[in-house]
């Protein structure tokens, strides 16, 4: 069996296996789950480690007859097709490293249904590692329904008080998107033939440009909803607010780069040329989610709402750094995705730790934790740290890049983001001294349990990265840089066309008689 194969499938074995155990033998579901993911990000991490960066082809590829639609010139062939290449291979090792954090997480927080919800998370895994795998535009499609419907189980049954009103908000946005990228997928189909993502990408520039235009918008919408890009992030914070502390860990950590793997993977990579026409207006958006998200962020008493609105912020560099069409702001957004995956996952974790203590997240309720939780206090301050982006950590690196390929594509939008930050430090450094500093204002604060093995052992992992990638960036950076050199080169020959054809068309001179004469 392929590597790739078992990588995506071995999770809904573990699954299967988990169903198949008695509701009450919740230490064996847990065992399975956990020896399931740790399998899974074993043999995850070794396919990415054993991947050339510097070649821009997919690897490890697959491909298995699967079935066929029709199509305007005949039947499609619809294929089992899997592929490892530079856009895709950080987001795989990531999905495989979270993978064991989020379900030792579920130890602190989940206690009622634990059988469903390992099923869930696992089955969740499965989609997820499919969405960044699938070399198949309709095998794709099936695994970004399968690793969306999961977390809508996990967040109606196991989420908060108001986890109807945030369940019915995600069904109806992320359904929303879903089925306008599905009238897509049948046009492209339909009149290109094929299946194969590389043969489409190759073959979409044969489209009329009024064809691409309305492709790339109905794409490019399904992706901003799942990002979220301002104005379509009103699901995020609800979501994450009322989401247990694995959902939201996981949703922070790999579902929301799915929306941003599909700008790149489906928008920019596939439409070179509508991208740099919709460049100006998708950096736009991704400046004012960066200020819109630091704004909100900035007024919240809820903690996880605060960091569930900062998500908003810092997934508005990804999107600038993805449309400034640049080969820094390209690297940038890639680094970036996984950058942010493990700062806001560390701080989910750690919210979460607070609130089984004391079930509640409002900052006021707090003040002093570091004088009775020092350890728990410097994991907090080095996530704070890396996620406002100080050098030497993880967080700089990304933003650095994205703001140079940006300020490269358009200076004064880039003079708008860095604004983003400021308000970042602002917001992150007025809540953790609210938080963490000062004297202990609440009685039940005084005798809060500093963090346990298990605890500390979730956030190791993390915080190394957080160093390594700030302090080694291209151990990550050269993996990718094989498909980014390619994807460059095909915006610059778009770009070329593009000058070409707006290019004003000079008359020839033709003398006349006078003239000779």
Known sequence: MNNLTLLVFLPLVGALLVAATPKAAVSAQ?????????????????????????????????????????????????????????????????????????????????????????????????????????????????????????LYFILGIWGGDRRLYATIKFFLYTLSGSLVMMIAVIALLYQLGTADIPTLIERVSSLPHGTQVWMFGAFALAFCIKVPVMPFHTWLPDAHTEAPTSGSVILAGVLLKMGTYGLLRFCIQMFPGISLEAAPWMMGLGAAGIVYGAWLASAQNDIKRLVACSSVSHLGYVVLGLFALTQAGLRGSVLQMVNHGISTGLLFLLVGMIYERRHTRALDQYGGIASVMPVYAVFFVVTVLSSVGLPGLNGFVGEYLILLGSFQASPWIAAVSVTGVIFGAVYLLMATRKFLWGPVTHKANEGLADLGAREVGLMVPLVVLCFWIGFAPNTFLDRTDGSIDALVKRIDAARAVRTAALAPVEAPLVATEGETR
């Not at 789950?33 to 490890?60: E, I, K, R, W």
């Not at 379900?103 to 099923?119: D, N, Q, Y």
């Open 30 to 150: 847990r065992a399975i789950t956990l020896v399931t993911m740790l399998a899974t990000m074993v043999l995850g991490l070794s396919v990415c480690l054993d991947f050339d960066g510097a070649s821009a082809a997919a690897q490890h590829v697959i491909e298995r007859p699967w079935f066929s639609l029709p199509g305007a010139s005949g039947s499609v062939p619809i294929a089992f097709k899997l592929g490892l290449d530079g856009i895709s291979v950080l987001m795989v090792a990531l999905t495989a490293l979270l993978g064991p954090i989020v379900v030792l997480s579920t130890w602190g927080h989940i206690h009622e249904r634990v059988k469903e919800f390992m099923v869930w998370l696992l089955v969740m895994q499965t989609g997820m590692l499919g969405v960044f795998l699938s070399l198949d535009l309709v095998l794709f499609y099936v695994f970004w329904e399968v690793s969306l419907v999961p």
